[in-house]
């Protein structure tokens, strides 16, 4: 009672006399109490009930009702201030009035008069009392709320735990130990169709599918039991026996109450879902069993290329492992560094594309290609394509077969070497889709001796080479154009294939053998089995095989000129009747070629024959040029001749005018001498010299033409110079004929210069030439003269005989050289000769001279 | 005295005819190209050409037409080493042909033949 001391005793004084009452409320006042005073009972009561008092001062007689002893009673009859203590105090001091007023549940009676510190003591002993009464009331009374508190509640609880266990769907039960049912909710019974009271206190195994208790039901719940673990039991068919054909989701677990370990089972009723799941996954076994089976392969990859599924199809086609060589194709196919990856992943388009690679079981098979992207929700990245790939070699394989035949006729048509002939007919039926055999070879029947004799086989010789010929092929996809590309680069050489055949020749009297009966029936035979065929000899299943073939003659105007094997020995694809039609189509077409080829080697031979007769005709033709060259002299000569003529017959005319004589005859000495020098130059070029090769060295003879001319024109004014290249080699070539040139070329240049200037004589190296260049800056050569200036006859000269451009032009011509000119009318004239570095000694001169004399005429 | 023009590129024959005819008592002029003769033509006028077809540059033939179309009454006597030109029609329009030879008679005479008919004393 902490506030005992601390605020006064509360007390209520009840008294009708208003001058003893005001003294009693002074005197208690005075003693520390907290005295309130009223004056008739009723009041003193109703004050009571409104506010807390620790004691009651009464006085027995009171004015009007209720008396002292009435109020008394009344207070402790009620259960609220029945602990409040009761002080009368009066003047009527008799027995029988403290005997009532103790009666009456008084607790002190004081008789008036008093003494005040009497009174003070027993008011105080008494408020004390009352103060403690009234805090263990007070207590009592909050402590009786709070619990009634409580148990609404605890009441709301319950109702809502009720609620709860009997909306819900789920049926629950509660077993003991023994598996006895404690408890079942409405759900429940109404799944089992029973009241609550079949059910109660009955066996679990009594109503449940018989083996349940001891299978997997009774597992669960002994481990519920046991550990207190709770369990599932998922998908259960046919829990109880009333409802077999239910399917339920069972949950276990171990609840203990009152110290004793129950059972809780709720049973959920999924027997639509189980149903719909069924159909789910009927549907996409259904699905599945499509994917599979349809004739596209289908796969699942992300970013990073891995195959997250795939069809059965797929892994036919490419393999199911990593390390088999089709799915290093299929992989190497989509690249990691390539577009495709932007366009699905990044843009989220579709992506087409069409390849060709081989097979696991090798064969070369076109794809076509849709790769889609998946994405998983509105937003989000994508991680994951679908790649729809479609066997589309039947349409590529028909595409290829019409363009082959195609191409083919252009190929053949430009082939006429016989050797390479064959080659490409080989290439084209074993590369590409069109009919790509593994193995051809081809028999060609020789005219002479009638026997059919291997020329030409394409295809690899062990199947690891197949194998790897085929990764290559995929990866490099070369069409059949770049073979034959490639195979005119390459020099021709023996295919490892044909050494091994190339030593076979049938003889076309022996039909059993199938080369030669194909040949001799003119018609394609397909062999499937070797092994076990009458057709086939054991010669040639030694010799090539008992993979299936076929075997195709090649027949031009009406005759075979051979025929042509295929097999595909290492993927042992089968020959179906279309490879057959094809190549033998083909077959036609190469043949004609062959027969092309053919004819082509005898038109050589005639053109070879043709050539002799032209030679011959050539040399007749000379003998003509030789006859203009001679009419030509005579015009030419005729100018001299006259001036001769002339100023001899002036000098008869005059013989003793000495001074004219002397002049004339000088004048005919000159013009005799002009004379011979045309002559020797008519001579030169009539009849010329077959050059003599000698090593020498080139710059010596330069050097020498150079010292001939150097002072005669230095007198001319005009500066001349050497720049050879001494690191010329020596090389071989005519000296004198050589000299001539220079003498020709440097004589020009300085005819060309009759106000001086300058001339350079130069040697230097140009590739596999030796170049001997003669420059001048004199007046050049006018166009309209430079076409023709190395044709005999041709000059600017007044008495020049236009034969010194022509035999410098021959000689060159004769050494296997080169000349030409470079020439700007006024500013100077440059000439170079190209003479071989290295000559090849063996090279037949034999005709040069006829067909260069025809050369040199011709401009005539 | 007449006066002749000789055209030739052959510097020896010029000098042969410059001699010959000078010595007939004709004044003799020489040009060793046409282009030589015509710009001669500007200044002068001969009474008779004496014209080589063959020369370098503008030939005979090619003088001839410049030289009558300048003056359609020149009297010209072709002269060449070639008697092929005598069947370019171009030839027609000299008034005498006469083949290159060492023996000058048929040339004299000609040259005194035209030179009448247009009567022009020698």
Known sequence: ?860 | MAKLLVVDDDKNLRTLYEQELGDEGFSVTLASSGPEALDFLKSDRPDLIILDISMPGMDGIEALGKILAKDKSMPVILNTAYSTYKDNFMTWSADAYVVKSGDLTELKAKVKEVLKSRGIEP
């Open chain 1, 1 to 860: 009672m902490p506030e005992a001391d601390a605020t006064p005793s509360r007390v209520l004084v009840i008294e009708d006399d208003q001058d003893v009452a005001r003294a009693e409320e002074k005197l208690l006042a005075a003693g520390g109490f907290l005295p309130k005073a009223v004056h008739n009972g009723a009041e003193g009561l109703k004050l009571l009930q409104s506010e807390p008092f620790d004691l009651l001062i009464l006085d027995v007689d009171l004015k009007g009702e209720p008396n002292g002893l009435a109020i008394a009673r009344e207070v402790k009859k009620s259960p609220h201030l029945a602990w409040l203590p009761i002080m009368f105090v009066t003047g009527q001091v008799s027995p029988e009035v403290v005997q009532q007023v103790f009666e009456a549940g008084g607790d002190e009676f004081v008789g008036k008069p008093y003494r005040p510190e009497e009174l003070l003591v027993r008011a105080r002993v008494l408020a004390r009392k009352g103060r403690e009464e009234r805090w263990l009331v007070e207590r009592a009374r909050k402590l009786a709320e709070k619990i009634a508190e409580r148990d609404d509640e605890l009441d709301d609880l319950r109702r809502f735990a009720q609620d709860i266990v009997s909306s819900l769907p789920s049926a629950i039960m509660v077993l003991d130990a023994q598996r006895q049912v404690l408890f079942v909710n409405a759900p429940l019974l109404d799944w089992l169709k029973s009241e609550r009271r079949e059910v109660l206190n009955r066996k679990l195994d009594e109503f449940v599918r018989e083996g349940l208790p001891q299978g997997a039901l009774g597992e669960a719940l002994n481990t519920a039991m046991q550990s207190g673990q709770p369990c599932r039991l998922r998908r259960l068919a046919g829990l109880f026996r009333a409802r077999s054909e239910r399917v339920s989701d069972l949950t276990v677990a171990a609840i203990d109450y009152a110290g004793e370990r129950q059972v809780l089972v709720v049973i959920e009723d999924v027997t639509d879902q189980a149903r719909a799941e069924a159909a789910v996954a009927r549907e996409r076994a259904k699905l599945n069993d499509i994917v599979n089976a349809m004739n596209a392969a289908l796969c699942l990859i992300d970013r990073g290329r891995t195959i997250l599924w795939k069809n059965r199809t797929f892994d036919l086609w490419f393999g199911d492992s990593f390390g088999q060589p089709g799915l290093q194709a299929f992989l190497s196919k989509i690249p990691e560094k390539d577009d495709w990856l932007d366009t699905v992943f990044g843009a989220g388009r579709v992506h087409h594309v069409t390849w060709s690679v081989f097979t696991v079981h090798g064969q070369r098979r076109y794809f076509a290609n849709i790769i889609a992207p998946i994405q998983a929700d509105e937003g989000q990245p994508i991680t994951q394509a679908l790649v729809l790939t479609q066997d589309v070699t039947d349409q590529e394989t028909r595409v290829e077969q019409l363009s082959l035949l195609r191409e083919l006729s252009q190929f053949l048509q430009q082939t006429l070497d016989s050797e390479r002939l064959n080659h490409v007919i080989l290439l084209c039926v074993t590369a590409g889709h069109a009919l790509g055999f593994n193995r051809a070879f081809l028999f060609k029947r020789s005219r002479d001796t009638q026997r059919l004799e291997a020329k030409m086989a394409v295809g690899p010789t062990s199947r690891e080479e197949a194998f790897r010929i085929w990764a290559e092929i995929s990866s490099h996809g070369r069409t059949l154009h770049e073979l034959v590309q490639e195979l005119d680069r390459q020099p021709s050489r023996e295919t490892p294939l044909y050494s091994m055949v190339k030593h076979l020749s049938y003889s076309m009297d022996d039909p059993s053998e199938i080369v030669v009966r194909t040949a001799l029936e003119k018609k394609a035979q397909v062999v499937n089995a070797p092994g076990r065929d009458d057709r086939v000899t054991d010669h040639y299943r030694r010799t090539f095989g008992q993979s299936e073939f076929v075997a195709v003659p090649l027949v031009a105007k009406g005759t075979v000129v051979g025929i042509i094997l295929a097999d595909n020995l290492y993927s042992g694809r089968a020959i179906s009747e279309d490879h057959v039609k094809v190549l033998s189509l083909f077959a036609s077409q190469a043949a004609l070629a062959m027969e092309n080829a053919e004819t082509y080697a005898e038109l050589r031979k005639s053109m070879s024959e043709l050539r002799m007769a032209q030679e011959k005709m050539v040399h007749g033709e000379k003998l003509a040029a030789v006859g203009k060259m001679a009419a030509h002299v005579a015009h030419e000569i005729r100018n001299p001749l006259a001036t001769i003529g002339g100023f001899a017959r002036a000098v008869l005319k005059r013989p003793d005018q000495l001074e004219r004589v002397k002049r004339n005859v000088g004048i005919i000495a000159e013009e005799a001498g002009r004379l011979e020098n045309m002559l020797k130059g008519v001579m030169d070029f009539a009849r010329p010299a077959v050059p003599v090769f000698k090593p020498a060295d080139l710059n010596a003879v330069v050097e020498k033409a150079f010292r001939a001319h150097a002072e005669p024109l230095a007198g001319r004014r005009i500066h001349a110079h050497l720049d050879l290249d001494h690191s010329l080699p020596e090389l071989a070539f005519d000296e004198s004929q050589l000299l001539q040139v220079l003498h020709n070329l440097i004589r020009n240049a300085g005819d060309s210069m009759p106000q001086g200037g300058a001339m350079v004589l130069k040697t230097s190296r140009e590739g596999d030439l030796a170049m001997v260049v003669v420059q001048d800056t004199g007046c050049g050569i006018p166009p309209e003269v430079r076409d023709r200036m190395f044709s005999p006859f041709v000059t600017t000269k007044p008495d020049g005989t236009g034969l010194g451009l022509a035999v410098t032009k021959k000689i060159v011509d004769d050494h296997g050289g080169t000349i030409r000119c470079e020439s700007t009318p006024g500013q100077g004239t440059t000439f170079l000769i190209g003479l071989p570095l290295h000559r090849r000694l063996t090279e037949a001169w034999g005709a040069a001279p006829l067909a260069e004399a025809r050369e040199g005429t011709s401009g005539v």
